[in-house]
């Protein structure tokens, strides 16, 4: 069975306040952003070079915003990637 994760579903409360968050401070593409009735609004964006994106928007999932409780990243180098994140305004401590 050749079996890949594509696409995770994460609740937020505030769509475009998310895309300007995952978009415009850590990098990811904006693949598609749609709205598909008057209930439904679709987001979904990728890490570069990554294979598996996140979803997120109006209508789209039962969870409750605050409920996803991790998402693994990979990267080659964490606290080159955490100095990043911060030269572009995210609160990425160390863990």
Known sequence: ???KIEL???PVT???RAID???EKVG???DIQTRVDENTRFVQVTPPTSA???AFGEGITDMTPGTQQSIQVVVLDAEAARQE???SGVDAPRG
Do not use: H, K, Q, T
Request: hydrophobic letters at 55%.
């Open 21 to 23: 968050f995952y978009v």
């Open 14 to 16: 505030d769509v475009d």
């Open 28 to 30: 990811f593409s904006l």
């Open 8 to 10: 995770i579903f994460v």
């Open 85 to 87: 994140l911060r030269a």
């Open 1 to 3: 069975m050749d079996c």
């Open 52 to 54: 598996c994106s996140i």
